[in-house]
């Protein structure tokens, strides 16, 4: 069962996956979320199967629900303890861990409706107010003429998440 939200496609808040170096917000030039798939694969997720052979986009796009605000709730799958990088965010460091939520969805723009993914980083891993809580990465198919600012339907499994 699906809900339905209205969402503007924003812009990341900083350079990464959600905000690519071409500065659209659908790109294919993220190979954090090429590292991060790959490791759902191994964890028994396949993030290119769940598109069916579809166009998929590996970079994520931010959709901003304001004035609403988005709380992760019981979403379908949890992949924990992610290494997907050696990088050190600071000097003497352990390599960044990150944990995920990935939930069904579908948007619906210009009359056409598109495969999606909710890609919730858990909040606990990021840094305080990286990602407002206005804001929900998906990864999706390839959507024509989206551009920053586009008004789309998000459609979201019920039980990922709520919006209030």
């Known amino acids: 069962m699906f809900r339905q939200t209205y969402a503007i496609v924003a812009r990341g808040l900083a350079p990464s996956a959600s905000d690519p170096v071409d500065q659209k917000p659908q790109s294919t030039n993220s190979d954090s979320i090429r590292r991060q798939i790959m490791q759902f694969k191994l964890r028994d997720f396949d993030v290119a199967a769940y598109f069916s052979g579809k166009n998929f986009v590996c970079g994520t796009l931010n959709l901003s629900v304001s004035p609403s605000e988005i709380r992760i709730a019981r979403p379908k799958h949890f992949f924990d303890d992610v290494r997907w990088t050696d990088k050190l965010d600071r000097p003497g460091q352990v ?16 009359n056409s409706t598109y495969a999606a993914l909710l890609y919730m980083p858990d909040p606990l891993n990021k840094p305080p107010l990286e990602t407002p809580q206005t804001v929900i990465e998906v990864i999706a198919e390839t959507i024509p003429s989206i551009s920053y600012g586009c008004r789309l339907m998000l459609e979201y499994a019920e039980k990922a998440i709520t919006v209030r």
């Open 95 to 110: 390599p960044f861990v990150e944990s995920f939520y990935i939930d069904e969805a579908r948007i619906v723009f210009n």
